[in-house]
T-cell receptor, first 109, second 113 residues
Framework: GEDVEQSLFLSVREGDSSVINCTYT??????LYWYKQEPGAGLQLLTY?????DMKQDQRLTVLLNKKDKHLSLRIADTQTGDSAIYFC?????????FGTGTRLQVFP | DADVTQTPRNRITKTGKRIMLECSQT?????MYWYRQDPGLGLRLIYY???????NKGEISDGYSVSRQAQAKFSLSLESAIPNQTALYFC????????????FGPGTRLTVL
């Protein structure tokens, strides 16, 4: 079946940029998503990108999609302590979402 | 009020017990989903339903059953709970439209002793 992979941890200093990476195997993806999970909470949709786009920017968030390499990234500019959370990428495939393992972002002062 | 609610939020039970987790939504969505989350494994789909008469198995349906009582309600049952079903369970809904964004409940933490 289709697979989505992410590194498990990322640690950054407050004020720096964070880049969370994701790779997927589905060659027929239509949408790719980024969700954020804060401690003790459910998943909150951050942003998504349509597969015919290369980039999408939304305030501090920039999503880059390299469809040839099946690589998705989420860049968070000026990372704050409130950005500490688990970030999931997900691939929309035949009416279902396939989630990555999640990347735990830790922001230190 | 939250759009997607789950009850209970926490549950501790013993091996062999029957457990029901409930999900309700006020978003008017037709599609509902149950996932489980385990550390390092992300979210895995257990069951999903695209309308009241439609139930589909997901990636890890063994040991689970579901009931779609109404458009707004989707419950997950563990007929005979076992310790490796200890996990965080999420319900989600979507409208089925373009992009089909899913909206998640706050989760139920289930511990099976």
């Amino acid at each position: 079946g289709e697979d989505v992979e992410q590194s498990l941890f990322l640690s950054v200093r407050e004020g720096d940029s964070s880049v969370i990476n994701c790779t997927y195997t589905d060659s027929s993806s239509t949408y790719l998503y980024w969700y954020k999970q804060e401690p003790g909470a459910g998943l909150q949709l951050l942003t998504y990108i349509f597969s015919n786009m290369d980039m999408k920017q939304d305030q501090r968030l920039t999503v880059l999609l390299n469809k040839k390499d099946k690589h998705l990234s989420l860049r968070i500019a000026d990372t704050q302590t409130g950005d500490s959370a688990i970030y999931f990428c997900a691939d929309y495939n035949t009416d279902k979402l396939i989630f990555g393992t999640g990347t735990r972002l830790q922001v230190f002062p | 009020d939250a759009d997607v609610t789950q009850t209970p939020r926490n549950r501790i039970t013993k091996t062999g017990k029957r457990i029901m987790l409930e999900c309700s939504q006020t978003k008017g969505h037709d599609r509902m989903y149950w996932y489980r989350q385990d550390p390092g494994l992300g979210l895995r789909l257990i069951y999903y339903s695209f309308d009241v008469k439609d139930i589909n198995k997901g990636e890890i349906s063994d040991g689970y059953s579901v009931s779609r009582q109404a458009q707004a309600k989707f419950s997950l049952s563990l007929e005979s709970a076992i310790p490796n079903q200890t996990a965080l369970y999420f319900c989600a809904t979507s409208s089925g439209g373009r992009g089909d964004t899913q909206y998640f409940g706050p989760g139920t933490r289930l511990t099976v002793l």
